[in-house]
Nanobody
Framework: QVQLVESGGGLVRVGGSLRLSCAFSERPVSNTAIGWFRRAPGREREFVAAVNWGAGNTVYDDAWKGRCAIFRDNAKNTVYLQMNSLKPEDTAVYYC?????????????????WGKGTLVTVSS
């Protein structure tokens, strides 16, 4: 069973940046799609961004384009989410998830493996 462990969350001020990490217990298979999702208080879980492990192709939710970057480090079996210009409404638990299903559905229940999340709090 593949395990995903997120880290890097914390308290940051408005306008600040954070880099979240998602470490895999084993090297992802080349065609694995890895996504970041978030769940803010009182809201449904939302898609943020995704990357294909092998090709490196990326997809972003429109709300995040220009404000974040998703990338992988093959040597560390880790996917990162760099978030910039953070706002109070970005406060949420951020989750990493992965799937090898095709076609890829970039929604929470379209994933095969899920991490437990890391809390990001943006203070004003």
């Amino acid at each position: 069973q593949v395990q995903l462990v997120e880290s890097g969350g914390g308290l940051v001020r408005v306008g600040g940046s954070l880099r979240l990490s998602c470490a895999f217990s084993e090297r992802p298979v080349s065609n694995t799609a890895i996504g970041w999702f978030r769940r803010a208080p009182g809201r449904e879980r939302e898609f943020v961004a995704a990357v294909n492990w092998g090709a490196g192709n990326t997809v972003y939710d429109d709300a995040w384009k220009g404000r974040c970057a998703i990338f992988r480090d093959n040597a560390k079996n880790t996917v990162y989410l760099q978030m910039n210009s953070l706002k109070p409404e970005d406060t949420a638990v951020y989750y990493c998830a992965a799937t090898r299903q095709r076609p890829v559905r970039l929604v929470w229940d379209g994933m095969d493996y899920w991490g437990k999340g890391t809390l990001v709090t943006v203070s004003s």
